[in-house]
């Protein structure tokens, strides 16, 4: 069964530091991978695609097959970045349909 | 562009009962998918529908059901409810070509007694 890990429940960094929130994933094969976000009181939403490089808010994530990881990075966290983060992988080839599997998430506090 | 709609927001129900929740896409969006969200399992993928037919399934029992109409609109049903069913039911709509971005509702929270 596919399985992405999050292995931080919690992050704090200070505003202005830089930030990297960990991801690996256990698909063998070239994986779709997403990072998702839900701020505090709003919709889960699209953060980031690997496949389209499609990006907001100046984060960035570089996948690593070797490693499976898909690490969320951003050079200089801001307190609005503050929320959950959500991991996601979906099977290659554009085939699941709506079926993502989720990392367990990780909360991010940006400090003042 | 309207957003994607579950309601009711709340529900509360008892052990043994059925409860439906609705899910209207964002117009155009054929796809429509269902997670479960806890807080021990996180987001659990429940089934996606598209063009009326279930096009992929997680791995829940067979308690748990849905349709989806001409219109794309979705439901799901949870019979005999139990307490563990107790969650956040998010729905998620996209055009469903493909691996496509979800665009998730604000959820509906339902609580088993």
């Known amino acids: 069964a596919q399985r992405v890990t999050q292995p931080e429940k919690l992050l704090s960094v200070f505003k202005g530091a830089p930030v990297e929130l960990k991801c690996n994933y256990s698909y063998s094969g070239s994986p779709e991978l997403f990072w998702y976000v839900q701020y505090s009181r709003q919709r889960l939403q699209l953060l980031l695609r690997?496949?389209s490089r499609e990006s907001i808010k100046g984060f960035t994530a570089d996948l690593n097959k070797g490693e499976t990881s898909f690490h969320l990075k951003k050079p200089f966290a801001q307190e609005e970045d503050s929320a959950m983060y959500y991991c996601?992988?979906?099977?290659?080839?554009?085939?699941?349909?709506?079926?993502?599997?989720f990392g367990q998430g990780t909360i991010l506090t940006v400090h003042p | 562009k309207a957003g994607v709609t579950q309601t009711p927001r709340y529900l509360i129900k008892t052990r043994g009962q059925q409860v439906t929740l609705s899910c209207s896409p964002i117009?155009?969006?054929?796809?429509v998918s269902w997670y479960q969200q806890t807080p021990g399992q996180g987001l659990q993928f429940l089934f996606e529908?598209?063009?009326?037919?279930?096009?992929n399934k997680g791995n829940f029992p067979g308690r748990f059901s849905g349709r989806q109409f001409s219109n794309s609109r979705s439901e799901m049903n949870v019979s005999t409810l139990e307490l563990g069913d107790s969650a956040l039911y998010l729905c998620?709509?996209?055009?469903?070509?493909?691996?496509?971005?979800?665009?998730f509702g604000s959820g509906t929270q339902l609580s088993v007694l």
């Open positions: 529908y598209f063009s009326e037919t279930q096009r």
């Open positions: 996601a992988q979906a099977n290659a080839g554009g085939t699941s349909y709506g079926k993502l599997t």
């Open positions: 690997h496949i």
């Open positions: 117009s155009g969006h054929r796809s």
């Open positions: 998620a709509s996209s055009q469903g070509t493909g691996s496509e971005k979800l665009f």
